[in-house]
């Protein structure tokens, strides 16, 4: 499914949550599909199922999953509101972002190019601009 780094500073648990929203994102993994199972992922990454596990509930926290006991986790549909809080938060980071961006000399031309690659890459992009 993916590679983590296990050499990275940053826990195995947040690279498998940040891996897992990417794929949830970009509609990779669907609306309602199943995850795999916390044991089977654990065996294909051969890390600890608990850090299977972690990633699963803070996924569901944050609204990308959720689970049916016996039968597993799957992609939420995203909602209106679950949306408007995430888009606030989102619009809150990349303005700290961008901001820093235009510091460091990065021009709008160029801001304006990586988004509409950005928006190629999920399928929302724009043929003839």
């Known amino acids: 499914m993916f590679e983590l780094d296990v050499r990275s500073r940053k826990p195995i648990y947040e690279q498998l949550v940040e ?4 794929l949830i994102i970009t509609e990779i993994i669907k609306s309602d599909e199943q995850l795999p199972s916390v ?3 654990a065996q294909q990454l051969t890390i600890n199922p608990n850090t299977i ?3 699963y509930r803070e996924l569901e926290a944050q609204g990308y999953i959720y689970s049916i006991k016996g039968k597993g986790s799957f992609v939420s549909a995203a909602t209106p ?4 809080e995430k888009m606030i938060k989102v619009k809150s980071e990349l303005s700290k972002l961008l901001s820093e961006a235009l510091y460091l000399g990065i021009t709008k031309e160029e801001l304006y190019q990586m988004i509409k690659e950005i928006e190629a890459s ?6 003839n601009d």
């Not at 891996?19 to 990417?22: A, G, S």
């Not at 509101?81 to 408007?84: D, F, G, M, P, V």
């Not at 999920?122 to 043929?127: A, L, V």
């Open 122 to 127: 999920i399928g929302g992009g724009i043929e």
């Open 53 to 55: 596990q972690k990633a």
């Open 39 to 41: 044991r089977m992922l």
């Open 81 to 84: 509101r679950q949306n408007s």
């Open 19 to 22: 891996r897992l929203k990417e």
